[in-house]
């Protein structure tokens, strides 16, 4: 392929995440009395990608990869609302509460404590995890720089409110950050009670480069704001389920180091 017919196919890439369809509260969220959970439900996840060289896979780029793929087993699991804030060694760490009644949204005085690491939220029943490959398996495709969130979609929504609740954390080598719906990918900076939700990444820059012929590893943890209003541990029952869509977009380089910024549809 030569250099003109790659620049012309080359557009600003654009890779889907369909994260999770999670079980939240009729409204929005908050932290639970210590002897409940909240249940979440997800039923599928997937990623795509639009752009023909930016691939994604579950454990490796091939030359059999392509621009989707499906997490269709996922079973019911339980998880307990959460914070992620930044650490003293400028790593994610997982945070939790108790509320201070069953019937009400506040968090109980001294009751906050630290869950862990990401592996340890995951262990703990406080997010969800799954993991993606993303770059390319052919070495005359040019490179990628600046892989970002380009914005987080709800894919369904439950009643009025419930999406504020839906949290994600995002982690690639050493970069985080986290997010919630929104249409440009903008990088959550505070939760509702005020608490620093600030990554360690600059301008939402998850990897700096994609080398032609290699990819980088993408980690997409979904989790429950337990900051967020009106729903308490009494509304447990009421729990439905709602889906999003994180994309991921990266500035293609052809093979002589230009940048290539034509866009391409996100969609």
Not at 60 to 79: F, H, M, P, Q, R
Not at 114 to 136: H, L, M
Not at 156 to 170: M, P
Request: proline share 1%.
């Amino acid at each position: 392929m030569d250099t003109k017919a790659l620049k012309k196919q080359m557009g600003a890439a654009i890779a889907m995440v369909l994260v999770a369809a999670v079980a939240l509260g009729s409204a929005t969220f908050a932290w639970f009395v210590s002897n409940n959970t909240v249940k979440a439900t997800t039923s599928k996840i997937s990623a795509q990608s639009n752009a023909p060289f930016l691939k994604i896979d579950k454990t490796a780029i091939t030359e059999g990869s392509t621009t989707s793929i499906s997490y269709a087993e996922d079973a019911d699991v339980k998880l307990y609302p959460a914070q992620v804030v930044k650490n003293t060694d400028n790593k994610a760490l997982f945070k939790s509460a108790y509320a201070s009644a069953a019937t009400v949204t506040t968090e109980l005085t001294n009751s906050r404590y630290d869950v862990g690491d990401a592996a340890n939220a995951v262990t703990g029943g406080f997010a969800i995890k799954k993991s993606f490959k993303i770059g390319t398996a052919d070495a005359k495709a040019g490179s990628f720089k600046n892989l970002k969130v380009a914005g987080v979609e709800l894919t369904s929504k439950g009643t009025e409110g419930l999406e504020d609740a839906l949290s994600i954390l995002v982690v690639c080598g050493d970069n985080w950050a986290v997010y919630k719906k929104s249409a440009d990918g903008t990088v959550l900076t505070e939760y509702k009670d005020k608490v620093s939700a600030a990554g360690n990444n600059t301008d939402g820059v998850l990897a700096d480069t994609i080398a032609a012929n290699s990819s980088v590893d993408v980690d997409v943890y979904v989790f429950y704001d337990g900051s967020e209003t009106n729903v308490y541990t009494n509304n447990l029952d009421k729990l439905t389920a709602i889906g999003a869509t994180v994309s991921f977009t990266a500035t293609p380089v052809n093979t002589q180091g230009q940048e290539v910024n034509a866009p391409n549809e996100s969609k």
